[in-house]
């Protein structure tokens, strides 16, 4: 791998943090609910053994989640593929543990201090997460057998082109002939892991028994096998949204809008396939309800045609209780459902 330039945080406070690691201190690591959140917390624990281990919702990361690590006696807390808007949470964090934090998201405010290690490399989301988790903790321990689980959150994360030498190599490795292309819906070895890890993540997460998928991946590429019935599921349900909006689709300002309530939280992936297969040229928008009051939403512009991140930040400002974000190509967030009309009318003036 080549070397990575971390704009935020340096190797030299990360190792120093590892190894002041010793059995007498609790850990909790804690990390995002998406393919590379979960592969970013597979590759840290492989290495630290956390005694707190948890994947979260942005929602999440409150006083009350602070408080209750407090209680468990946590002394260090480790954080990855965890962006955040403000820096409220990381800062209490840091006045009750030892914080290590690993992210790929935009750099908001360098929080490095005595009790907080941050490491970013910035410049827009050149690495994912688990990429640069591997990175570090495989000059401590032989993480190779993980290679491919890396790889699947890079393609799933949008991140393949700095890392491009790597994951040609892995490609070649497991020989997947397929192009390395994050939105492929080509059949080969690492593709068809991603999907399956995306699928699963859905399953679980909407089971709420996300945290079963991190002791279900095995140790090599072939412990993915057990969850593919669970994936199954899942995309059988996207095939069908993908039909449904076909003829339930909405123009808005050139965009195609659709609100669906599926069985499984599909709403990033369904935008995915449905802007990969059907509307490679178009802005699609997917909205679906989460509970009775808040909706959520995915965008997806395959070309880049639009950004979608700028879009989602301009259709959500101003909305009570919204938030949200991504990159060019994909962006997610959420709303009031009271407010549908009002989003659908800023989408016609933006």
Known sequence: MEQINFLVGSEKRFYDWISGLNEKDKVALLSHVDSDGVASAKIVNEVVDADILKLVNYEELND???????????????????????MKFVKKAGKEFDVLWIDHHKIMEDVNSDKIVYLNPGGNNLYCAAYLCYYLFSK????????????????????????????????EKYNDKTKIEPMSLENGPIQNLKRTLEFAIIYFKTKKELDKILNLIGKNINGMKILESYAREVENEINSVV????????EINGRLVFKFEPKFEIGSLASTTISNMKSPDKTVILIRPIDEKMCAVSMRRQNSGEDMDKLMKNALQGLENSGGGGHIPAAGGHFLRKDLEKFKEKLKRL
């Open 140 to 171: 401590i321990q032989n993480l190779e057998d993980h290679d491919w689980l890396v790889a699947c959150a890079c393609l799933s994360d949008f991140t393949v082109y700095k890392n491009r030498k790597w994951m040609e190599e892995i490609f």
């Open 243 to 250: 039909k449904r909006f076909e003829k339930e689709k909405e």
């Open 64 to 86: 009350e989640l602070i408080l209750r690590l407090k209680s468990q006696k946590i002394k260090r807390l480790i954080l990855t593929d965890l962006a955040m808007d403000d």
